[in-house]
């Protein structure tokens, strides 16, 4: 299973545009996907017809699902910028910069956790001290969506190009908003 767990699973979109697991030969749906990732899971969704990836809009769709039932983990502010970086030259940085500071908060995330369970603490004393330490744990896996999951070592990272003074003052108010999204997220 742990071979498995490496290599993606394989979703096919029908011409119906139903989703199909490959592994357990049944439909799956949007949720389905989601939950497949949460729990550590790659995921790859291939048009059966044309062969095209359709993983990154799947995922997109995803995340507008959720942020549009109300489940925001993304601000407003963000997701401007976000809007605005594709209409500049500085969509060539922002992926970069995303994928470092999402790494960046799984370090800090695993370390936290790490420390947590290394150092004697009074609390572990206490009843239910376990049951709370798994359940912080379930929460910043969910919360990181995988990021720290086994074999899942994120993006891969490029030296960051040299940017334009337009973009360096985009890029640094988008790094402030993330590292205000950053003490949110340790907050919780």
Same mark, same amino acid.
């Not at 096919?12 to 030969?25: G, V």
């Not at 939950?35 to 899971?41: A, E, H, P, T």
């Not at 942020?67 to 060539?92: F, H, I, K, M, N």
């Given at each position: 299973?742990?071979?498995?767990?490496?290599?993606?699973?394989?979703?096919?979109? #029908? *011409?119906?545009?139903?989703?199909? =697991?490959?592994?357990?030969?049944? #439909?799956?749906?949007?949720?389905?996907? *989601? +939950?497949?990732?949460?729990?550590?899971?790659?995921?790859?969704?291939?048009?059966?017809?044309?062969?095209?990836?359709?993983?990154? !809009?799947?995922?997109?769709?995803?995340?507008?699902?959720?942020?549009?039932?109300?489940?925001?983990?993304?601000?407003?502010?963000?997701?401007?910028?976000?809007?605005?970086? #594709?209409?500049?030259?500085?969509?060539?940085?922002?992926?970069?910069?995303?994928?470092?500071?999402?790494?960046?908060?799984?370090?800090?995330?695993?370390?936290?956790?790490? =420390?947590?369970? =290394?150092? %004697? +603490? %009074?609390? *572990?004393?206490?009843?239910?001290?376990?049951?709370?330490?798994? !359940?912080?744990?379930?929460?910043?896996?969910?919360?990181?969506?995988?990021?720290?999951? %086994?074999?899942?070592?994120?993006?891969?990272?490029? %030296?960051?190009?040299?940017?334009? =003074?337009?973009?360096?003052?985009?890029?640094?108010?988008?790094? /402030? !908003?993330?590292?205000?999204?950053? +003490? /949110?997220?340790?907050?919780?």
């Amino acid at each position: 299973m742990a071979e498995d767990a490496k290599k993606p699973l394989l979703i096919k979109r #029908y *011409a119906s545009r139903r989703l199909y =697991n490959t592994e357990t030969s049944d #439909y799956v749906t949007l949720e389905d996907i *989601a +939950s497949f990732i949460r729990d550590g899971r790659e995921v790859q969704i291939i048009d059966l017809k044309s062969g095209d990836d359709l993983t990154r !809009q799947y995922l997109l769709q995803i995340v507008a699902e959720h942020e549009s039932r109300g489940e925001s983990v993304l601000p407003l502010d963000v997701l401007t910028d976000l809007v605005r970086s #594709y209409t500049t030259q500085a969509q060539s940085v922002v992926p970069q910069f995303l994928a470092m500071s999402f790494r960046m908060l799984r370090d800090s995330q695993s370390k936290m956790m790490e =420390n947590l369970s =290394n150092f %004697p +603490s %009074p609390m *572990a004393s206490m009843p239910g001290f376990d049951a709370l330490t798994r !359940q912080q744990q379930a929460f910043l896996k969910t919360m990181m969506g995988g990021w720290g999951a %086994p074999g899942s070592s994120g993006p891969e990272m490029e %030296p960051e190009p040299e940017t334009r =003074n337009g973009e360096k003052e985009e890029l640094a108010q988008i790094k /402030k !908003q993330l590292a205000e999204l950053q +003490s /949110k997220l340790s907050k919780l």
